[in-house]
């Protein structure tokens, strides 16, 4: 285990680290706006078309604040901003910008509890893992990249590289601190400036951060927020001045930004869905396997691009492993994200919640067996108790299409080729888990599923220093590692 990863955690894995008031009062950490402007040229700058839209509380259904939405001029402005702020960024000594990125990951990681509340607040992810798994995750990319500003010669072994420019990032409502930090870290890092767009739903800690950027002066224009939709989303990635696009979402918009810059030279990484397969073998220590099932598919009530949403267990032990899953499920506490003891909060929209029931909905006319855990969900907001399917087949569309939800649906398998076939009938390939007291058969797993990551053993565990990224229909390119360094630079030869 690396240094790094010490300090990142996964699921259910609590540190008592900050002792938290009740709900109310942890609210009071964080002093919200009532509005919020773009970030442009260091500034907050009201959007050209005086819109604004509103983000709510998942949880709560109340109105958070207002939001800027930025459209094709904002969008120009900010990319201009950018590109002056980027000549300058990269005339400076790498010694001298990678100063301003430690002070950079200093001031979020003594901002962490601000904005782990306001991350669950405005997407209704529970506490205890905004505080003890995105926000250590967001410090561990800052403060990991900035260690490489001042030695990128070495991590591209002496050959000629220059910075790409512009920098146009897209990222979704699941993560939305931490993707920005994936975004951010390694752009800035390779000399470059950028123009990120946060999910609709979640643009709070995205404008948090623009206030960070601003009090601890780093160059004004090397970091802009553009808030907005599809549409602010279209206009920066398909902006003519924007050199690199890297996307964090659904497939469908990853291949529609694909085929509208197609031709245009601009360099594109797409992070899209995943549909996991974490597969169990009858040799497994199944407690363990257990809590790896559960971390794997509940955690962020399931709205991970690598949830281990489809669970494929061997025959011979899926009886008494379905049951251990069922007991550990009713002990689940479904309710306020701010609530310390929370496991599963609150469905990030309404959309989502619809995509869900619609999801789960085909399970049951199709015949999966559905169970749900028993628990009493709150009358305001968006939620979802755990729920899981026995009795799926590959036809079934809770088998192939992403659910994004809690939802998890049981396959089986006799053998390890059935299992490594069944694995790989998807579309998707970015995460995969194999669970065994053997370390041959691990391997041997490892070396067949089609997947960027397998764990084994374990689940969504993750570390800034080792690249994330899928194939097939996940998409294209790393982030993270010194492999996700080479998507923000142009290399010689
Ligand atoms: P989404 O694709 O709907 O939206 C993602 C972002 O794209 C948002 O900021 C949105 O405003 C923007 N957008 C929408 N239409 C656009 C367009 N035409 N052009 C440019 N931008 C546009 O995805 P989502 O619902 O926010 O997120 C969930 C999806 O993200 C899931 O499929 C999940 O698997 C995926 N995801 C993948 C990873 C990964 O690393 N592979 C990580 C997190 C989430």
């Not at 970015?430 to 370390?439: D, E, I, Q, R, Y």
Request: hydrophobic share 40%.
């Amino acid at each position: 285990m690396t240094e790094a990863s010490k300090t990142t955690g996964s699921l259910f894995e609590f540190g008592s680290k900050w002792d938290y008031a009740p709900a109310p009062e942890a609210r009071d950490w964080v002093k919200l706006q009532s509005r919020y402007e773009l970030f442009i040229g260091g500034k907050f700058v009201a959007p050209h078309s005086g819109r604004y839209f509103q983000t709510v509380s998942p949880s709560t259904e109340e109105v958070l604040a207002e939001v800027a939405e930025a459209d094709e001029a904002d969008v120009d402005a900010a990319v201009a901003a950018a590109e002056e702020a980027q000549r300058a960024w990269v005339a400076l000594r790498p010694s001298e910008r990678a100063k301003y990125m430690f002070r950079l990951a200093r001031a979020v990681q003594e901002r962490s509890r601000e904005l782990a509340i306001l991350e669950s607040l405005d997407g209704g992810k529970p506490i205890k893992e905004s505080r003890d798994v995105d926000l250590p995750l967001v410090c561990a990319h800052l403060f990991y990249h900035a260690g490489w500003a001042d030695k990128l010669d070495l991590a591209f072994q002496g050959r000629a590289w220059r910075p790409l420019g512009v920098a146009g990032q897209i990222i979704p409502w699941n993560f939305p601190l931490l993707m920005a930090a994936w975004k951010i870290a390694p752009a800035l890092a390779c000399g470059n400036a950028v123009v990120l767009k946060p999910a609709e739903t979640t643009p709070l800690t995205a404008l948090h951060l623009a206030r960070i950027c601003q009090e601890i002066e780093l160059p004004p224009g090397l970091v802009n927020i553009v808030t907005g939709a599809g549409t602010t989303g279209a206009a920066l990635a398909s902006h003519a001045r924007v050199k690199k696009v890297a996307f964090t979402g659904s497939t469908d918009v990853g291949r529609k930004i694909q085929s509208a810059i197609a031709g245009s030279g601009k360099k594109l990484t797409l992070e899209l869905g995943g549909k996991a397969a974490n597969v169990v073998f009858g040799d497994a220590a199944l407690d363990q396997a257990v809590e790896g099932i559960i971390g794997g598919i509940f955690f962020n009530q399931g709205h991970v691009c690598c949830a281990g949403s489809r669970l494929l267990v061997e025959e011979s032990v899926a009886e008494e492993l379905i049951a251990k899953l069922k007991d550990r499920m009713r002990t689940l506490r479904v309710g306020d994200p701010l609530d310390k003891n929370t496991d599963v909060g609150a469905i990030n929209s309404k959309a989502q919640l619809e995509t869900i029931r619609g999801l789960v909905r085909s399970g049951e006319e199709e015949g999966a067996e559905r169970w749900s855990a028993p628990c009493e969900l709150p009358g305001k907001g968006f939620w979802f108790s755990p729920t899981i399917f026995t009795g799926v087949t590959n036809t079934h569309r809770i088998a192939r299409e992403e659910i994004f939800g809690p939802v998890l649906s049981v396959l089986t398998f006799r053998t390890a080729e059935e299992a490594v076939e069944k694995a790989n009938n998807t579309m998707y390939g970015l995460s995969a888990g194999v669970w065994t007291s053997k370390g041959s058969k691990s391997f041997w797993m490892a070396q067949r599923l089609r997947a960027g990551v397998v764990w084994a053993n374990t689940f969504n565990k993750f570390d800034p220093t080792a690249p994330f990224g899928g194939i097939k229909e996940s998409g294209f390119g790393r982030e993270g590692g010194r492999h996700g360094l080479n998507a923000y630079v142009e290399i010689e030869g």
